[in-house]
């Protein structure tokens, strides 16, 4: 045998990634290529996540994310391309019970193993005050980025966060500015003496240093949502991509991710001309490690963006429930949902990393065990119906985790089994909300609440029938209706609860700052009008079944509520 054609192959894999290196960064007449990978929001989902899908017409259960299947496409990135980088843009923390029981501490772990280059603040960073976040920072083996945060009231936190990072990447500087919603204060508990100043100012401020210096691709690591992002790009020369986070927008094919039923909001990437004229790249990437984005980017030799391409991936498990069963391997059912994944040309089916599976179990361990632990006592059955079960105290608990929030709307699906009287558990109120709905606050008119609820029951009429008493579950605010009145008219005598504790009524052009499911915020039971207002809104990232055992745990005991939130009034 030749000796030459063993050489070759041992060299092969080698010049595999020379050449995937050199192609990386070298392109014709100077033209300048890197390779960047991103996630936001990841909201302490540390292990997968059941999400339903809608497969060929019917409703399949799958898996995705999860911080080993993320290492184990983030590996495969790095293996075309050495220098990927690979930014977060915000809210690290809050949302499961990951951060709840080990203070966000796992969570820069698992972000250190993966290997991130930098992140910005989300607002929920602020979730535990100013305190909790230097032993964060520490943590993290990547720098935290905000160029429009003022820390110098908190001198435990001044000196450890820089405006921008400038990154070597292939030969050339690029710039990476972190900015952060300067809506932080309304949608946190509490921000110390930290101040949130204008993003845009702020970044544009950045730029002009930075091309000074010569720079001139440069990338703004964002979280301020995906309307506020493109805001940013009309408003501030000099940005070549922005990197988002906050909105929780999921973006890409229609067509393509119709086929599972996903509907994004917006092609990935989303390409804008910037206050200068020139291209910009506007990117985010969903939402708990349901989706990594990746650009490739080719630059001019003066920092323009010529082109561009992008192969985003949502790492998907590789079991599928329908129906309640398990659908088996090789099956052809099995296979036309395969198939359906593959045809999006995003949904990917992804091995878990062993190494982040070990290092995950001693926390999911504790997790678990926590889940049967008992968090209250029921003095009574608390079985659902109008003004009565667990509804009512689902919606205080939700004014009581977002207090600066007036009134609660929960939708009636959103509660799923009763509470029977003795101990309950945490495991008991996974059951009762299951679908790790976070908490969105928004603002209405007094004229888009009343007809917020309006729609409601009349959508609750169409799906249960006209002797219905089948209402959403309400705190701070109280009405009555009338069922057989013409639609539109049903409601009657809404009155919101005062800063002083009286009821009053309605105001319908004041505002009113209302927290609902994220279910309710996206439209869900007839609640369009929320959906399309065009005040405030921000997903406070914090789950409702968090919300609801935390208040359970500082009651102690529970009962039905005897407050007639809502009088069904008798036919005219």
Same mark, same amino acid.
């Given at each position: 045998?030749?000796?030459?054609?063993?050489?070759?192959?041992?060299?092969?894999?080698?010049?595999?990634?020379?050449?995937? &290196?050199?192609?990386?960064?070298?392109?014709?007449?100077?033209?300048?290529?890197?390779?960047?990978?991103?996630?936001?929001?990841?909201?302490?989902?540390?292990?997968?996540? =059941?999400?339903?899908?809608?497969?060929?017409?019917?409703?399949?259960?799958?898996?995705?994310?999860?911080?080993?299947?993320?290492?184990?496409?983030?590996?495969?990135?790095?293996?075309?391309?050495? #220098?990927?980088?690979?930014?977060?843009?915000?809210?690290?923390?809050?949302?499961?019970?990951?951060?709840?029981?080990?203070?966000?501490?796992?969570?820069?772990?698992?972000?250190?193993?993966?290997?991130?280059?930098?992140?910005?603040?989300?607002?929920?960073?602020?979730?535990?005050?100013?305190?909790?976040?230097?032993?964060?920072?520490?943590?993290?083996?990547?720098?935290?980025?905000?160029?429009?945060?003022?820390?110098?009231?908190?001198?435990?936190?001044?000196?450890?966060?820089?405006?921008?990072?400038?990154?070597?990447?292939?030969?050339?500087?690029?710039?990476?500015?972190?900015?952060?919603? #300067?809506?932080?204060?309304?949608?946190?508990?509490?921000?110390?003496?930290?101040?949130?100043?204008?993003?845009?100012?702020?970044?544009?401020?950045?730029?002009?240093?930075?091309?000074?210096?010569?720079?001139?691709?440069?990338?703004?690591?964002?979280?301020?949502?995906?309307?506020? $992002?493109?805001?940013?790009? /009309?408003?501030? =020369?000099?940005?070549?991509?922005?990197?988002?986070?906050?909105?929780?927008?999921? @973006?890409?094919?229609?067509?393509?991710?119709?086929?599972?039923?996903?509907?994004?909001?917006?092609?990935?990437?989303?390409?804008?001309?910037?206050?200068?004229?020139?291209?910009?790249?506007?990117?985010?990437?969903?939402?708990?490690?349901?989706?990594?984005?990746?650009?490739?980017?080719?630059?001019?030799?003066?920092?323009?963006?010529?082109?561009?391409?992008?192969?985003?991936?949502?790492?998907?498990?590789?079991?599928?429930?329908?129906?309640?069963?398990?659908?088996?391997?090789?099956?052809?059912?099995?296979?036309?949902?395969?198939?359906?994944?593959?045809?999006?040309?995003?949904?990917?089916?992804? /091995?878990?990393?062993?190494? @982040?599976?070990?290092?995950?179990?001693?926390?999911?361990?504790?997790?678990?065990?926590?889940?049967?632990?008992?968090?209250?006592?029921?003095?009574? $059955?608390?079985?659902?119906?109008?003004?009565?079960?667990?509804?009512?105290?689902? =919606?205080?608990?939700?004014?009581?985790?977002?207090?600066?929030?007036?009134?609660?709307? &929960?939708?009636?699906?959103?509660?799923?089994?009763?509470?029977?009287?003795?101990?309950?558990?945490?495991?008991?109120?996974?059951?009762?909300?299951?679908?790790?709905?976070?908490?969105? &606050?928004?603002?209405?008119?007094?004229?888009?609440?009343?007809?917020?609820? #309006?729609?409601?029951?009349?959508?609750?009429?169409?799906?249960?029938?006209?002797?219905?008493?089948?209402?959403?579950?309400?705190?701070?605010?109280?009405?009555?209706?009338?069922?057989?009145?013409?639609?539109?008219?049903?409601?009657?005598?809404?009155?919101?609860?005062? $800063?002083?504790?009286?009821?009053?009524?309605?105001?319908?052009?004041?505002?009113?700052?209302?927290?609902?499911?994220?279910?309710?915020?996206?439209?869900?039971?007839?609640?369009?009008?929320?959906?399309?207002?065009?005040?405030?809104?921000?997903?406070?990232?914090?789950?409702?079944? $968090?919300?609801?055992?935390?208040?359970?745990?500082?009651?102690?005991?529970?009962?039905?509520?005897?407050?007639?939130?809502?009088?069904?009034?008798?036919?005219?």
């Amino acid at each position: 045998m030749s000796f030459a054609p063993l050489l070759f192959r041992s060299l092969r894999p080698w010049l595999l990634g020379l050449s995937l &290196l050199l192609a990386a960064c070298s392109s014709p007449s100077g033209r300048y290529q890197f390779r960047l990978v991103h996630m936001n929001d990841t909201h302490s989902h540390l292990e997968p996540v =059941a999400v339903n899908l809608a497969i060929q017409g019917e409703t399949v259960t799958a898996q995705l994310g999860g911080f080993a299947r993320l290492k184990t496409v983030v590996d495969q990135m790095r293996a075309e391309d050495r #220098e990927l980088l690979f930014l977060h843009g915000g809210d690290v923390v809050q949302g499961t019970l990951y951060f709840t029981l080990f203070n966000g501490l796992p969570e820069f772990d698992f972000l250190n193993r993966l290997g991130l280059d930098a992140m910005t603040f989300g607002n929920h960073e602020f979730d535990r005050g100013p305190a909790a976040i230097p032993a964060w920072i520490k943590r993290s083996r990547f720098p935290w980025l905000s160029a429009n945060i003022d820390f110098s009231a908190e001198p435990a936190l001044a000196g450890l966060v820089k405006p921008y990072l400038i990154k070597e990447i292939h030969g050339e500087k690029i710039a990476i500015i972190g900015v952060t919603t #300067e809506t932080t204060p309304q949608t946190t508990m509490q921000v110390g003496g930290v101040v949130f100043n204008d993003a845009a100012e702020a970044v544009r401020k950045q730029v002009k240093a930075l091309e000074a210096q010569g720079i001139n691709k440069i990338i703004v690591l964002s979280h301020l949502g995906y309307q506020q $992002d493109k805001e940013l790009v /009309a408003k501030v =020369a000099g940005i070549d991509i922005v990197v988002g986070g906050h909105s929780h927008t999921l @973006m890409g094919d229609e067509s393509l991710l119709s086929k599972i039923g996903l509907l994004p909001e917006t092609v990935y990437p989303t390409e804008l001309k910037g206050a200068d004229g020139k291209r910009v790249l506007v990117l985010q990437a969903w939402q708990w490690g349901h989706f990594l984005g990746r650009l490739q980017a080719t630059f001019t030799p003066d920092g323009e963006v010529e082109q561009f391409s992008h192969n985003a991936v949502i790492p998907t498990g590789s079991t599928f429930v329908r129906n309640d069963q398990a659908i088996p391997p090789g099956t052809p059912a099995y296979q036309a949902i395969t198939a359906d994944l593959e045809r999006t040309g995003i949904a990917r089916i992804v /091995a878990e990393d062993p190494q @982040m599976v070990a290092m995950l179990a001693p926390y999911a361990q504790k997790v678990a065990a926590y889940r049967t632990v008992a968090i209250a006592t029921a003095a009574e $059955d608390l079985v659902r119906g109008l003004n009565r079960g667990p509804g009512p105290l689902a =919606a205080d608990s939700m004014l009581a985790a977002v207090p600066k929030a007036q009134v609660a709307i &929960l939708n009636y699906g959103g509660i799923r089994r009763d509470l029977l009287h003795g101990k309950i558990s945490a495991g008991d109120l996974l059951e009762v909300m299951p679908f790790t709905n976070s908490l969105v &606050l928004v603002d209405l008119s007094g004229a888009e609440l009343l007809k917020s609820l #309006e729609d409601t029951v009349a959508f609750m009429l169409v799906k249960f029938g006209s002797d219905t008493l089948n209402m959403p579950f309400v705190s701070g605010i109280r009405f009555s209706v009338q069922l057989t009145a013409p639609n539109g008219s049903r409601i009657e005598c809404v009155q919101v609860r005062s $800063d002083s504790g009286n009821f009053v009524p309605v105001e319908p052009a004041q505002r009113y700052r209302v927290v609902v499911n994220s279910f309710v915020a996206e439209g869900g039971d007839g609640f369009g009008v929320i959906k399309t207002a065009a005040g405030f809104k921000s997903d406070t990232g914090i789950i409702d079944s $968090d919300a609801m055992q935390d208040y359970l745990q500082k009651l102690g005991t529970i009962r039905n509520t005897t407050e007639q939130r809502i009088c069904v009034l008798p036919a005219n």
